[in-house]
């Protein structure tokens, strides 16, 4: 066996609805070819995110029983508060509904106008955070990290030395510097230890605060034990430790590796950061021991942060992404090198190069997908970071054309993954069907949510 076999067996089963082909063309038409616009119930695979989409463990189910819904004090949020100072390190525990509302308060509570905030890359909630208190968000991740095919096993990591410029030609205009672990936008590629270090060790130089967003933290501690030399030997959990250490904080969507299907925080060692953060807390969000969630979340999302660094799990979740990756691979599907934690994404370029990427060739694979085979996927490409020139209507593109295949955690086991694998191959080897697509309506922001397509009609073939 190629990884180790589901390390858990299975209590509780969810019935999944099969749609025929008919079926699926119809509601893709209704849909307006936008996955986003499809009720879940007729989708096979769901492979659109591996966030608030886990399956929760039965001590996390049964955690929910133990919540104690006081308005205040809650013992939950004490179990909470000393499991996040206990596998981060971080002294003040802000509890929220999840991670962007961590963003959104740090950010109105540190970041004003005219800053400007490095970062590998932000994720896009985290960007227009950035963005929304009118500062600048920084991307500097290394080069090979925007290189799909460059097979470096750290392609997450910060360029310690544009940071080191941007430091120093935005000196006093930077609150706080970010790094994302693992690398979402990149392709959920991992930090290197080494790395954190050389990043922690250039914000100390300049007296800036580094904050971690830490998503999919114990993903990127086990891909340290595994490539980085001196931590084969480390337990994960400590590698955790060691990470966070050289930071002053994390924001957290706990939807990732919390392995809860909702919840979030904020932890910060700086007291007057928490304080700040705090009161706004307590206007937009509720009262600290709860922060916008039922107590009975905060205990299942304590269970599942201890799950989430048990490396039989680990070993488990990150080998699973990884065959699937090499299964598409060793067809010659085309695909970001090496695999990341949570997702395999195809370079929808070179998968369908006939389609030029004014017509969203990532959208076209994602569209065949669920049409054929009952698998919805995401584009990260032309459709969500690409947009019309308000006066020619011609389409910019991204650097990038991807779709994301995210895997939920604990939920599909190896031969739905399988599926996957098989369904993606054939798509491949009749990539000449695949047909372009062109916007009939759009919203003028974070278009990919809600635009109608449709398909365009095939070229005539043109003979000589
Ligand atoms: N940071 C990163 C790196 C993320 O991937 C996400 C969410 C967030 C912050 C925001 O967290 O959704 O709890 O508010 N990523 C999801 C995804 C939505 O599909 O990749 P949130």
């Known amino acids: 066996m190629a990884f180790p076999a589901e390390p858990f067996r299975i209590k509780v089963v969810e ?11 119809e509601l893709l038409e209704k849909a307006g070819y936008n996955v986003f616009k499809l009720p879940s119930d007729s989708i096979y695979i769901d492979l659109l ?8 463990s039965d001590r996390q189910w049964a955690a929910l029983m133990v919540g104690d819904e006081a308005y205040a004090g809650s013992r939950n949020f004490f179990r909470f ?8 390190g971080f002294e003040h525990v802000i509890p929220t509904h999840q991670g962007r509302m961590a963003e959104n308060l740090l950010f109105t509570a540190v970041v004003k106008e005219g800053d400007v905030v490095p970062n590998n890359i932000h994720f896009d909630t985290t960007r227009a955070n950035v963005e929304h208190q009118k500062a600048e968000a920084l991307d500097l991740v290394v080069r090979e990290g925007l290189e799909p095919s460059h097979p470096g096993p750290f392609k997450g990591n910060m360029d310690v030395e544009r940071l ?7 000196r006093g205009r930077v609150p706080l510097v970010l790094l994302t672990i693992t690398n979402n936008s990149g392709g959920g590629q991992p930090v290197s230890m080494a790395n954190v270090r050389a990043t922690a060790e250039v914000c100390r130089r300049h007296g800036v605060p580094l904050i971690f967003d830490a998503c999919r933290f114990a993903e990127n501690a086990y891909f340290i034990q595994q490539r980085e030399a001196g931590y084969a030997e480390r337990p994960v959990r400590e590698i955790a430790r060691e990470l966070f250490s050289h930071g002053q904080g994390c924001t957290m ?6 392995l809860v299907n909702i919840g979030g925080f904020l932890a910060l060692e700086d007291a007057s950061w928490a304080e700040k953060v705090t009161h ?5 969000e509720g009262f600290p021991t709860y922060g916008g969630l039922a107590s009975r979340d905060l205990e299942a999302m304590a269970q599942g942060l201890e799950e ?24 010659g599907v085309p695909t970001v090198r090496p695999p990341g934690g949570h997702a395999v994404y195809l370079d929808a370029r070179s998968f369908a190069p006939h389609i030029p990427p004014a017509e969203f060739p990532g959208q076209a694979i994602v569209v065949a997908l669920y049409r054929d085979y009952g698998i919805r996927a995401v584009e990260i490409g032309s459709l969500m970071f690409g947009h019309a020139d308000p006066a020619t209507g011609v389409e910019t593109a991204p650097a990038l054309e991807l779709v994301r295949l995210a895997v939920p955690r604990r939920v599909y086991t190896s031969a739905h993954l399988r599926y996957v694998a098989e369904s993606v191959i054939r798509t491949f080897r009749e990539r000449d ?3 372009g697509l062109r916007i009939r309506h759009a919203a003028p922001y974070l278009r990919h949510f809600t635009a109608d397509l449709e398909e365009v009609p095939p070229r005539p073939v043109h003979a000589g």
């Open 15 to 25: 019935m999944l609805r099969r749609v025929t082909p008919a079926e699926r063309i």
């Open 49 to 56: 995110t591996d966030s608030g989409t886990s399956a929760m």
């Open 81 to 88: 508060q000393e499991t996040v100072r206990r596998i981060f």
């Open 164 to 170: 080191d410029q941007a430091l120093t030609s935005h």
């Open 253 to 258: 969507s706990a939807k990732k590796d919390g």
């Open 280 to 284: 706004m807390l307590i206007l937009v």
């Open 308 to 331: 989430v660094l048990d490396e039989d799990y680990l070993s488990f979740r990150v080998g699973q992404v990884h065959d699937l990756a090499e299964t598409l691979h060793a067809a």
């Open 433 to 435: 069907a695949l047909r």
